[in-house]
Nanobody
């Protein structure tokens, strides 16, 4: 079955950086828009960053200028470079794949990011 496997989460001090990766299997990766969402305790899941199948990008206002989403279609991988991290970035980060034509959508299992001194 389709799998999205995230990695790269962890504990980092405020102002630090992390890079998340999400490797997709059993999909035609280039046909999918990819996104990163996050969910903090007691809050709803929110969109952090989105990259289309054509590599156009969009960001939540709260992360614009600090986070960068990118994709490598040859490696079936989407990345989220997170710089200047703040405590409010603490959340479980989820990878999402959505087919560019049709309703197919998949989620990863999530990776914890904790920003704390």
């Amino acid at each position: 079955q389709v799998q999205l496997v995230e990695s790269g989460g962890g504990l980092v001090q405020p102002g630090g950086s992390l890079r998340l990766s999400c490797v997709a299997s059993r999909i035609i990766f280039s046909f999918y828009a990819m996104a990163w969402y996050r969910q903090a305790p007691g809050k709803q899941r929110e969109l952090v960053a989105h990259i289309s199948s054509g590599s156009s990008t969009n960001y939540a206002d709260s992360v614009r200028g600090r986070f960068t989403i990118s994709r490598d279609n040859a490696k079936n991988t989407v990345y989220l470079q997170m710089d200047s991290l703040k405590p409010e970035d603490t959340a479980v980060y989820y990878c999402n794949a959505a087919a560019r034509n049709g309703p197919l959508e998949y989620w990863g299992q999530g990776t914890q990011v904790t920003v704390s001194s």
